[in-house]
């Protein structure tokens, strides 16, 4: 059996206390903040039956044959040991959703939304649990976990009502002897691959959706970070939902690509909603391919945040702040590179930096005054270390930050003078990185992310050239009297979502989603539940007029 590697009796599972890699002699003095909070100690410590280990199969709670280590990534120590699902797993799971899905389809709409609405009680109740995993597992601070919890809550709340609008219509017929009927009916079982950086959110504004209109899932959680995804099963459990709707198939990395595969290709899969990389998003569609399933996908981008010179700077640094550094610039809408008009450039970059040096503490993810924690492993550290060191070599000012710290940490930063040859211009940076190009015209930052051609992505070095059209968010910061620049520049983008004057956008009502090569398909709002529907055409004929 899977278990935590220390546990209690009573009602409560403990993680062992863990302390973080030591700093070096020179580093310890430059942060000795952060030295100190690597060297205390830590325990997550939350209600028992929220920290399950092993796959969640047709109802039941099963263990394979092997394990793989979760970590944290604050301090490289192992947190627990989790049940690695094969193909063979998987293809259970998907046989179990299938036969699931032959009675949830047939539960009324009314009966969908309360047993949602009661998985979103259960989530609000085991809130702050809920958030201890996240921050654990995946280093954020706690503040922020309790935030995607309260966010990962609202899509079932959103969907537990959106279940019973799934209106069809009844077209008016050229016919006089003749009804026509178009009806919502659900695609079937839905594969749903998550992502490490939001373990919660990421998976119920797709299973929400997915439920509501019907369908049955099985999900495969970022290895990271299954612990979020296991304790969410165990609600749904406690909430009602059928053995069999809600399937969770942990796996590490190694085995990641065989049970890809299955839930790809099964040819009982009607559906696949996948958030990760542009690349193997490509692949996931090249397998979903031979059986033409339905396809959600949520991929990379290099989203830029433009200033404009009518700006007023205090809204636009405070948006820039929490635009970039939220989970330490690993969000899938993070401002990549900041497009600053030559007007405001020298001064948006100084207070940019006062803002840093005031906002910004390193630290583990659970303590209080800690904004700015690890990055999810090394791998992304080494990433965003040689973004900062390539960057520098081409003539790059570093104004804050620039060092790579202690296992995966990594120090804020802050680069002026960053030019459109720079890999961190060219790539998604995923990490706590501010590059910022100087602007000159309107047309020059309209020209970076529309490009002539949708082409360019470079698959063997993983880059996203500036001609490559992967743009999530442009946050446009401009003055609010000058409304013609802003609803010029919103319209003109080819992008799937623009924040104006915000930095922060998503929401369970909101249409989430990208273009061209960032994605397929929208999450959220009343459009995502349409994602998991088929429109059938009924033509009732041979009526007496």
């Not at 503490?361 to 040689?386: D, F, M, S, W, Y």
């Not at 003055?479 to 983008?493: G, T, Y």
């Amino acid at each position: 059996m899977s278990a935590v590697r220390a546990l209690r009796p009573g009602c409560r599972r403990l993680f062992p206390a863990v302390s973080s890699p030591v700093l070096s002699p020179g580093l310890q003095a430059l942060f000795p903040a952060l030295h100190a909070s690597c060297r205390r100690s830590h325990s997550l410590d939350v209600t028992a039956p929220l920290l399950r280990t092993q796959s969640y199969i047709n109802g039941r709670w099963s263990s394979a044959a092997a394990e793989f280590p979760v970590l944290d990534p604050a301090t490289g120590q192992e947190l627990a040991r989790v049940s690695d699902c094969g193909p063979g797993e998987a293809k259970q799971a998907v046989d179990a959703a299938y036969e699931a899905f032959q009675s949830w389809k047939h539960h009324t709409a009314k009966e969908r939304s309360l047993v949602l609405r009661k998985w979103f009680e259960l989530m609000t109740r085991h809130k702050d649990d809920l958030a201890k995993i996240i921050t654990f597992e995946s280093g954020k601070p706690l503040s922020e976990s309790v935030g995607e919890i309260g966010y990962s809550a609202s899509f079932l709340d959103w969907f537990s009502e959106e279940a019973r609008r799934i209106y069809g219509d009844i077209v008016p017929s050229p016919f006089k002897d003749r009804k026509m009927l178009l009806l919502k009916q659900p695609v079937g079982v839905a594969s749903i691959i998550t992502p490490w950086n939001f373990p919660s959110a990421m998976i119920t504004r797709k299973v929400g959706a997915a439920l509501a209109a019907g369908c049955t899932v099985v999900i495969k959680p970022a290895e990271d970070t299954p612990l979020s995804a296991l304790a969410l099963a165990e609600l749904a459990e406690q909430a009602g939902v059928p053995a069999g709707v809600v399937n969770v198939v942990p796996c590490s990395r190694a085995n990641t690509p065989s049970v890809g595969q299955v839930l790809c290709t099964d040819p009982l899969v009607g559906k696949i909603s996948f958030t990760g990389s542009t690349a193997t998003g490509k692949l996931l569609l090249k397998m979903a391919a031979d059986t033409v399933k339905r396809v959600s996908m949520e991929l990379g981008g290099h989203a830029p945040f433009i200033v404009f010179n009518s700006a007023d700077l205090e809204r636009a640094v405070r948006g820039a702040m929490g635009s970039k550094f939220r989970n330490s610039g690993q969000t899938c809408v993070c401002s990549n590179r900041m497009l600053v008009q030559s007007g405001v450039y020298e001064e948006f970059l100084h207070k940019v930096g006062v803002a840093m040096d005031k906002e910004l503490k390193l630290g583990h993810g659970i303590e209080p005054a800690t904004t700015q924690g690890p990055l999810i492993n090394e791998r992304a550290a080494e990433k965003v270390a040689l973004q900062i060191s390539d960057a520098v070599s081409r003539g790059a000012k570093v104004l804050r930050g620039g060092s790579r710290l202690a296992g995966s940490f990594v120090e804020p930063t802050l680069l002026a003078d960053v030019t459109t040859d720079m890999l961190c211009s060219r790539e998604e940076t995923f990490g706590p990185v501010m590059p910022v190009l100087r602007s000159v015209a309107e047309s020059l930052a309209l020209s970076l992310p529309n490009p002539r051609h949708a082409s360019g992505l470079t698959l063997k070095k993983k880059q996203f050239p500036l001609q490559t059209p992967q743009m999530w968010v442009w946050q446009v910061t401009s003055s609010p009297s000058d409304v013609s620049q802003i609803w010029r520049v919103a319209e003109a983008l080819e992008v799937g979502m623009v924040g104006v004057n915000e930095g922060l956008l998503s929401a369970a009502e909101g249409a989430f989603g990208g273009v061209k090569q960032s994605g397929l398909g929208r999450e959220g709002s009343k459009y995502g539940i349409d994602e998991y529907l088929e429109v059938k055409y009924v033509c009732f004929g041979g009526l007496q007029p």
